[in-house]
Structures are given as structure tokens and as C-alpha cells.
């Protein structure tokens, strides 16, 4: 008998989130020999319609218009036509969960990496959107609620989905993210740095987005606080690009010749400067998993985060934490790390945290999860 088949359902690459390539790429990887099961990347082109017509649209507005349309008209319908060649269904993203109502929903799983893509329905007086963003919201929860098992990266995502009743317990599983190979200590390859002239352990690092609650605001804020005390220190960033509000607030903190920001890192530079940081700056004010925290760790580098209940599920006892937001402490916390080494967790801890998390049984739990599906009598979703 041919092993069953797992389609597994990415991003669209154009949209550019190098997070939920890793965890398809790493899944994908671990798969056959964590499960048995026979993964497919579903990776179909990126449609450019509207893009083809920038000046009626604007450039942003064409590519936006694009992500519409592929994740909800050309996907499902590419999903319909080509649903048979698959025994089972991984859709990568939640943001994605309405393409469950392509398939057969028994036979569908979705992973849940926050709440994010459902605050306008949970909490509409703090996350305000139009009434078509709403009605997408609803298609995608109807989708993620349809399919046949949902997964979390978390504990903490998974209670919120059951305290917001939008999946039941009994279809939940947790099964963390994991630690890319790059992520060592250590490494053989030629240390030339990453940033020219950026020495190691002159630099604190934040590796993340800038949207609102990853508050790079606060970052901003603590480094400027900290420069007055460490006038050679430096910030890298790993995200961007820096918004319009970002831009104008290092212009104003007199930071700018002391911020880089980088982007498109292949993971052997991220791990360089992981391993060469000071420090790793986690403030953001709500997170599902906190990826970049469990890196630093493995890189052996000290993390400090925001005192948050999933931060301090996946940290541990190896990272700092500090109240979201409270600049001082922040800053303090920082300044203790940078003149007293014995102050962080010790690196033996950090490594040993991190080694709790392995993609490999990310890819385990997940496989079997989806054999536990196969004989389930099934049909097409209407």
C-alpha cells in the first residue's frame, strides 16, 4: 500500500512571511520520516491581476487586491480541481482556514498560530474594520472551525480557543514549533559579520514585525534610554520595513545612525546575529508563540520578553522577563545584562531550554494526528 498523501498548504510566497515559510519548509522536511506520510508542498503562483494596472490601483492597493483574490477565489478554486490527488489536508496558516470549505473537511487540519486573524470578531470595539474585512474574518473562523482537527504552538493559544469557543477541546492539539539546525551555539562556517563593522556583543537584536503588538515602539524607546548609559551601543532589526509612525519616532530619539534594520536573512545570517547579540529584545504586548525567544536560546544568546502567559511558557526559567511596556525596567533589566553577565540565566540553561523544541516532533505530532484521520468516511465540503 502507497503511503497516504499530505498535502501540505502554504502561503503564497509573494506575500512574504519568512515564519510560515520555516514551519511549511520544516514540516515538509520531517514528515516522511516522523510519519510515514508522502508531503506535498502545495505551492501554486502567486496571480497578478490588479498588479498589471498599478496606476489605476496604486502599488499597495494592487498587491493587496491580489492577496484577495488568490487566497480566496484562484487557491480554492486550484484546490477543488486537484483535491483528489490527496489522501489529507495541511493548511500551514490560519489566515487561510476558509479554503477548509474546499475540501473535505474531515480529512483538513489547520494550524492556529493566533487569534489575530478573528479580533475584529472577538473584540470588535478594539479592532475596528470595515464590514468586508469582518465578513472575510467570518469565512476564515467558519473554515477553521469546519476542519477536522486544529493545532496550536501554544498552550495558551489553545485555551484561548476554547475560552472564545471557536474550536472545541476534543479537536485541539498542541504541537510546538520548532528549532531550524542553523540555530547553534556554534558554527563552522566563516564568522564575517552579517552588518559591516557590527562586532559581536555590541548590539542588542529584535527579530520580528513591525506591527502594532510587537511594539517596536517600546523597543525604540528602551534602546534610546539605554544609549545614554552605553553611548557605542547598537540596534539591529530584523523585519520591516520601519512604517511612517517607526521612521518619524528614530528621528526623534536621535537613534537613526545607531539603528540597522535587515531583511531577507537566510537563516545562517539570522543565526549569526543571534549568536553575536548582547542581548534579544522580546516586547511585544500579545504573541502566540514567540519563535525568535526559543532561537535566541538555542544560539545560547540571553532573551529578555514581555511578562506574557505564553512567554513564560515557552521561555522558561531561561529567559528575563518585564512588565509590557514599562520602559525603565526595561531598561534597567537590559543594563544589568550588558554590565553583569551572572545576571541572565546561564548559557547551559539557555541551550538546554531550547532543546525542548524540535521540528522533528512538531512533524511527529502533526503526522499523527493526520493517520489518526485516515478511514474517516468523507465527503466534499459544501
Not at 480566496?72 to 489536508?89: I, K, S, V, W
Not at 498552550?155 to 492539539?173: C, F, P, S, T, Y
Not at 539546525?181 to 558554527?187: A, D, G, H, I, V
Not at 532561537?295 to 526559567?317: D, F, H, M, W, Y
Request: hydrophobic share 45%.
Amino acid at each position: 500500500m502507497s503511503e497516504p498523501r499530505l498535502a501540505v498548504i502554504r502561503d503564497f510566497r509573494a506575500e512574504g512571511w519568512p515564519s510560515m515559510d520555516l514551519c511549511a519548509d520544516q514540516l515538509i522536511a520531517h514528515l516522511p520520516t516522523e510519519s510515514g506520510l508522502q508531503a506535498t508542498d502545495f505551492d501554486p503562483p502567486f496571480r497578478r491581476r490588479a498588479q498589471r494596472i498599478p496606476y489605476v490601483f496604486g502599488h499597495r492597493t494592487a498587491f493587496n487586491t491580489d492577496r484577495l483574490l488568490n487566497r480566496h477565489r484562484f487557491l480554492p478554486a486550484e484546490l477543488r480541481c486537484r483535491a483528489a490527488g490527496f489522501d489529507l489536508f495541511h493548511i500551514v496558516d490560519h489566515s487561510y482556514a476558509h479554503i477548509v470549505r474546499a475540501l473535505p473537511a474531515c480529512r483538513a487540519g489547520v494550524y492556529c498560530h493566533d487569534l489575530d486573524a478573528f479580533g475584529c470578531l472577538l473584540d470588535p470595539a478594539r479592532d475596528p474594520r470595515p464590514w468586508w474585512f469582518r465578513r472575510l474574518a467570518r469565512r476564515t473562523l467558519d473554515g477553521l472551525r469546519a476542519a477536522a482537527v486544529v493545532f496550536c504552538n501554544s498552550r495558551e493559544v489553545g485555551r484561548k480557543l476554547v475560552a472564545a469557543e471557536l474550536v472545541r477541546a476534543d479537536r485541539l492539539i498542541h504541537a510546538p514549533l520548532g528549532v531550524a539546525t542553523e540555530f547553534t551555539p556554534e558554527s563552522a562556517e566563516a564568522n564575517s559579520p552579517v552588518v559591516p563593522g557590527l562586532a559581536a556583543g555590541s548590539y542588542l537584536l529584535h527579530v520580528g514585525s513591525n506591527i502594532p503588538r510587537k511594539r517596536v515602539d517600546v523597543l525604540l524607546d528602551v534602546f534610546a534610554a539605554l544609549r545614554a548609559q552605553f553611548p557605542a551601543l547598537r540596534l539591529v532589526q530584523v523585519g520591516g520595513p520601519w512604517p511612517a509612525d517607526l521612521s518619524e519616532r528614530i528621528q526623534r530619539l536621535g537613534v537613526g545612525p545607531a539603528v540597522t534594520q535587515v531583511r531577507g536573512l537566510a537563516r545562517t545570517d539570522l543565526a549569526k546575529l543571534y549568536r553575536g547579540a548582547a542581548a534579544v529584545l522580546v516586547p511585544s504586548e500579545a504573541e502566540g508563540f514567540g519563535l525568535p525567544v526559543i532561537e535566541a536560546l538555542a544560539c545560547g544568546t540571553p532573551v529578555v520578553a514581555s511578562n506574557l502567559p505564553v512567554l513564560r511558557e515557552i521561555g522558561g526559567k531561561a529567559v528575563m522577563y518585564c512588565p509590557v511596556a514599562n520602559v525603565p525596567t526595561w531598561a534597567g533589566t537590559v543594563a544589568r545584562v550588558l554590565t553583569e553577565p551572572a545576571f541572565a540565566p546561564p548559557r547551559a540553561l539557555r541551550l538546554q531550554h531550547a532543546a525542548r523544541y524540535s521540528w522533528r516532533a512538531h512533524a511527529r505530532i502533526i503526522g499523527e494526528a493526520y493517520r489518526n484521520l485516515l478511514g474517516v468516511p468523507c465527503g466534499f465540503s459544501s
